[in-house]
Every structure is written in structure tokens, then in C-alpha cells.
């Protein structure tokens, strides 16, 4: 194998990273160098994972495994550790494992990094790469019986799938028997009800307390990632984030759009920074109003209070986006450089709509807190259940509502600004509580900073000299970035941090497109939260995720 490293000095963006220092941390483990648009990455022998990444965690302080990318070559295979800190997420770093076809395997990183257990079963799942030390690799997307790994170079997509059939098998005797006399394995899910979406928690319970909790994903698998390789940068990319996380999708259309935008050096106009920043914030509430909402029918079935005041106000919400966007759902309103259009006309009449339904937000959250929050029965089931300490929720690269309902002061808009963000007034919502009750009340206050940026974004646009009104930079209409540029862009969406990792070839697509979901890895926590609790605190902990399946799943 061969690596040739690349001549840009991009990677050199993080800011305060010395990268000549990391590598004479790891001395003669570094076989290599490259410089991704992002951020510096370090070719490492396979058998040397856990060295590398302990001692940049240790003692270099990368205590956040942002992602793994996993994706092949012609020559090779390759694993890319994309490493961040939570104090200052602009210090970035990669690792690159590559290993050769024939025999594709490097040593887990799940000692130093527990998120790494779900992000190398889905490269195990999808490339075929083993890791090995790894406390549990099996497939996590497909069935177990599914022959190949769809995401190989030669993978035959025409190829039969084979179900095995176990004739005469007794299921009391096989899946469901835990091998304890003392305790009982119960399935929850995969129907939707109890779940949101399609999932299925293999559970195991000791009298009606939880022993242990597998969340078995893939039901909603849909190729999002292949789906964005076969399209167009220019214009077939962005209209698939919307459905990823479709209960809060604008941001997601800004994770891709600055992946692209910087992967290919193109500016946007800040008149249309301020519109981004003020739709995206919109739907950041429309997400907010959904997860409380039907947080409070998980809980304790409130469904004529709290769940439809939620959607009352998330009506009202959609209702303004539809005017913005001319979409209800699927709003596709960014483009590449900028959005899609300006204010609806007249505009009087949409900052006024806007205004009034803002008025109304401080009144509307007393009665979710007075409803909610001050109500016996939601307390009884909230506090002091579904517990996340602060390390836990970093070690498993928890983001967004959910770690700052555990303390971690961890929020993309102002740690890794873009936007309008840096140059508005507003704070970052952070609840040391740790439990289900504590991530309830960030969504809530939440939405109350989300209202003051949206506020400013208001006054900003009806003050802004008409002749200076640009919505969109000038943006080729084929875009074909150099050869091998890589980037792994983030955004701070309504579940936490969504990632986009891009590889160019030279073509008007990717070569590769990785999508880091924050559900993803919520997700993958809840086994450290439901342990011990009984099967209501179970539910409820599962609602305080706030999970999409599609996002989860993608």
C-alpha cells in the first residue's frame, strides 16, 4: 500500500492544534500524513489503534470521537477516526487505519472511546472490516443472515439474500431464554407506539427491574449514504437531508451545505447567513415542541394537555416555514452559497406573523412548565431516572439536548460558530441534573433562546439595505472538487451534533458520504441508563432520547 500526502495546508483551520507536537507524541506509530480540508489526520499501523488514540485522548485532551468513516480503495481499506474535543471542538484531528483487501482488520478503539462500538460494528456490517478486541462485532444494520457487505467495491446488488429456516425451532427454548432461572427476557418493539419508529429492544428483566438492554436497529435502513454518492453536489444532495431527522430537518440541510461549501471554497452572502440562521432556528422549535410533546404522552399519557399545546405550537411553526419555504415538511430552502429566496412578500405581513406567534412563546412556556414540569406524576417518573453522568455521556459521544442535561457545555453554534450565530445575543442551555427530567427542561429553555435568536434574525432583516439583499453567491452550476480532498463538517441540530463526511474524486459526486447522526449515539447509550431502572423508567429514559430511526438508522 501506498499514501501520498496531500500538499494543501487546510487541515491547519483548527485552531490552537499543533500537529508537529501530536506527532512526536506518537513517535514512530505515524507511518503518514495527510491534510484533510478539516483538519490534520495521521496514518497509523492497525496493530497500533488503541496506543494512538489513548495517548491523544490522555494527553493531548481529544476526548470526542466525533465519527468513524470506514470506506475502500482500490489497494486498500481504510478507518478514519474523526477526534474532536468537547472544551473546543475546533481542535480536530484524524486517525487513518488502513489495512490491506485480503485481510481487513485493525484493533478496536472501544477501550479508549466506547462510542467506537456501534460506529466499528456498522463498518464491520457494511465494508467487512474486523476490529479486533472488540467486546461484540456483529452486524448491527442487516440481519445476520444477510451474505456480503453491501458497501464493497465488488458488491453484486442483484445477488440473492438467504433466510435461513430453522424448521421445528422453539423460540421459548433459543432467543428469548436468558439462561437464568431469575430472569425474563421480554421484547419492546419493534412496533411504533412505545419506540418512535421502528425498534426493537431486546430486554432482559430481573423480577421488573432491567438487567440488560440491546437496542437492535436497521429496520429503517434506507442508503441515505449511497443515495448521496450516486447524486449531484450541486443540486440532488441537500433534499435528502430532510428526511433524516424529519421532525426537525432544516439544519440538516446546513450540515451538508457547509460540508460542500467548504470542501469546494464557496462563500455565502450574510444576508443570507441571517436567513439560514433564522429558518434553522424555527425548525430547531418545531423539533423541541414535538419531542416534549410526545415525551409527556411516554410518560404519564397526557394527551389533551401537553401533547396537543405542542403541537398547537408547532402548527404555528410549520404554518410560518410553509410561507418561508413554499414546503410543509420537506422545505429543501438552502442552496449551495445561500437559500432559495428571500422574505415572502409582503414582507410586513410575515415578520408581523412571525412576531405575534414570538409574543406568545414567554406565556405558552409558563403553562409547559406549570403543566409539565410542575406536575407530581411527571416528577415522580423523570427525576432521578434515566440517570447519564457527564463522562458516561462524553464517552459515548452523547450530544446536544441530551449531554447538557448532563452537564457537558458542549454546543456547536457558539464552540465551532457558522452562521449568524457568533454576531447574536443568546446562551447555551446547560442542566446538570443528568436524568430525564434535566433534558426536558433544556428543550424547554431551549425554545426560549431559540425565539431570541429568531427575534434578532427579524429585526436584522427588516433593517437590512434593500440593494444589499444577496440570498446566493455565485455558484457553478457543475461542481467537481480536486481528487481526494476529505472533510468531516458539523452542525448543532435539534437531536445534537449531525456530521457529513465528504471524499471527492474529481466527479460532480462523492466518493464517499458519511453521515454522523447524534441519535446514532444517544441511542447507544441507553443501556447505561435503563440498567437497573424498572420498564416505565426504561420507556421514558428511551423518550428523553428524542431519537428519529431515520437518522438513527439512515
Known amino acids: ?66 465519527c468513524l468513516t470506514a470506506q475502500e480503495y482500490e489497494d486498500r481499506f481504510e478507518s478514519i477516526y474523526h477526534l474532536k474535543k468537547f472544551a473546543d471542538p475546533t481542535q480536530e484531528v484524524s486517525v487513518v487505519v488502513p489495512v490491506p483487501t485480503d485481510d481487513p482488520a485493525s484493533e478496536t478503539a472501544v477501550p479508549v472511546y ?61 432467543e428469548t431464554r436468558t439462561g437464568d432461572p431469575d430472569t425474563l427476557f421480554l421484547n419492546v418493539g419493534p412496533h411504533h407506539p412505545a419506540t418512535h419508529g421502528v425498534l426493537h429492544l431486546k430486554t432482559t428483566l430481573d423480577g421488573e ?15 441515505e449514504e449511497q443515495m448521496c454518492q450516486q447524486g449531484t453536489y450541486r443540486h ?40 439560514r440562521t433564522m429558518s434553522t432556528e424555527l425548525a430547531r422549535m418545531l423539533g423541541h415542541f414535538l419531542a416534549v410533546g410526545t415525551f409527556a404522552l411516554d410518560v404519564y399519557g397526557d394527551f389533551t394537555a401537553i401533547f396537543q399545546y405542542a403541537f398547537r405550537d408547532r402548527e404555528l411553526v410549520q404554518s410560518i416555514l410553509e410561507d418561508l419555504t413554499g414546503q410543509r415538511m420537506m422545505f429543501y430552502y438552502f442552496r449551495l452559497g445561500g437559500v ?3 422574505l415572502p412578500e409582503p414582507r410586513e405581513e410575515f415578520v408581523d406573523k412571525t412576531r405575534d406567534f414570538l409574543d406568545r412563546i414567554p406565556p405558552n412556556m409558563e403553562e409547559y412548565f406549570d403543566l409539565l414540569t410542575n406536575n407530581e406524576i411527571f416528577q415522580i417518573r423523570t427525576v432521578d431516572t434515566g440517570v447519564l453522568e457527564p ?31 457568533p454576531d447574536l445575543d443568546w446562551n447555551v442551555v446547560v442542566e446538570d441534573g443528568c436524568d430525564n427530567f434535566a433534558r426536558v427542561l433544556v428543550r424547554l429553555r431551549e425554545v426560549e433562546e431559540s425565539a431570541k435568536i429568531v427575534e ?46 465528504i471524499r471527492s474524486d474529481g466527479t460532480n459526486s462523492p466518493a464517499r458520504f458519511k453521515i454522523r447522526s447524534p441519535c446514532f449515539h444517544n441511542l447507544s447509550a441507553l443501556p447505561e441508563m435503563a440498567v437497573g431502572e424498572y420498564i416505565p423508567d426504561l420507556i421514558a429514559s428511551l423518550g428523553s432520547l428524542d431519537i428519529v430511526l431515520g437518522s438513527v438508522d439512515r
Open 1 to 66: 500500500m501506498s499514501y501520498e500526502r496531500t500538499t494543501e495546508d487546510d487541515g491547519e483551520r483548527a485552531s490552537g492544534v499543533d500537529h508537529d507536537d501530536l506527532e512526536e507524541l506518537l513517535g514512530d506509530r505515524v507511518v503518514g500524513r495527510e491534510s484533510h480540508v478539516n483538519a490534520e489526520a495521521f496514518v497509523v499501523r492497525p496493530d497500533e489503534v488503541q496506543a494512538v488514540l489513548f495517548a491523544l485522548r490522555d494527553e493531548a485532551g481529544f476526548d470526542h470521537l466525533s
Open 114 to 174: 466506547e462510542t467506537a462500538n456501534w460506529h466499528e460494528r456498522e463498518a464491520y456490517d457494511l465494508l467487512g472490516i474486523e476490529y479486533e478486541g472488540h467486546p461484540d462485532l456483529r452486524r448491527i444494520l442487516l440481519p445476520e443472515t444477510w451474505q456480503g457487505h453491501p458497501l464493497r467495491l465488488d458488491y453484486d446488488i442483484e445477488q440473492p439474500q438467504i433466510v435461513a429456516l430453522r424448521e421445528h425451532a422453539n423460540l421459548l427454548q433459543s
Open 209 to 223: 427491574q432491567v438487567a440488560d438492554v440491546d437496542p437492535d436497529i436497521g429496520y429503517l435502513h434506507r442508503c
Open 236 to 275: 440532488q444532495i441537500i433534499p435528502y437531508s430532510d428526511r433524516w431527522d424529519y421532525t426537525a430537518n432544516l439544519p440538516n440541510e446546513w450540515a451538508v451545505a457547509r460540508a460542500i461549501e467548504d470542501l469546494a471554497e464557496i462563500e455565502v452572502p450574510e444576508y443570507a447567513q441571517v436567513l
Open 340 to 342: 432559495c429566496w428571500d
Open 391 to 421: 463522562d458516561v455521556a462524553k464517552d459515548y459521544g452523547c450530544t446536544g439536548p441530551v449531554a447538557r442535561g448532563s452537564g457537558v457545555d458542549y454546543d456547536l453554534r457558539r464552540d465551532d460558530p457558522y452562521g449568524y450565530y
Open 456 to 501: 434578532q434574525c427579524l429585526d436584522l432583516l427588516e433593517d437590512w439595505p434593500e440593494d444589499d439583499r444577496e440570498i446566493q453567491s455565485n455558484v457553478p452550476r457543475t461542481l467537481k472538487p480536486d481528487t481526494d480532498r476529505e472533510i468531516y463538517r458539523a452542525v448543532e441540530i435539534a437531536k445534537g451534533e449531525l456530521g457529513v463526511y
